[in-house]
């Protein structure tokens, strides 16, 4: 499963339970940075891990 923003090819490693709109799947970096919006809660799948250790090369 891939992440969810536009033009990203990144493995989904997140969902995002947005309270204004629906939950969505996205990369870990995608998801620290959404998910620093007021109100959303940041979760992390359960075989998420291995993503979230890859995320910092790029
Ligand atoms: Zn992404």
């Given amino acids: 499963m891939e992440c969810a923003e536009a033009d990203c090819e990144r493995p989904a490693a997140v969902e995002l339970h947005i ?3 629906a939950n969505r799947l996205v990369c870990a ?3 620290r940075v959404l998910g ?3 109100g959303v809660v940041v979760e992390a799948l359960p075989d998420s891990g291995k993503y979230l250790l890859e995320d910092e090369r790029d």
């Fill in 29 to 31: 970096p995608h998801g």
């Fill in 19 to 21: 309270p204004w709109a």
């Fill in 36 to 38: 620093q919006r007021e």
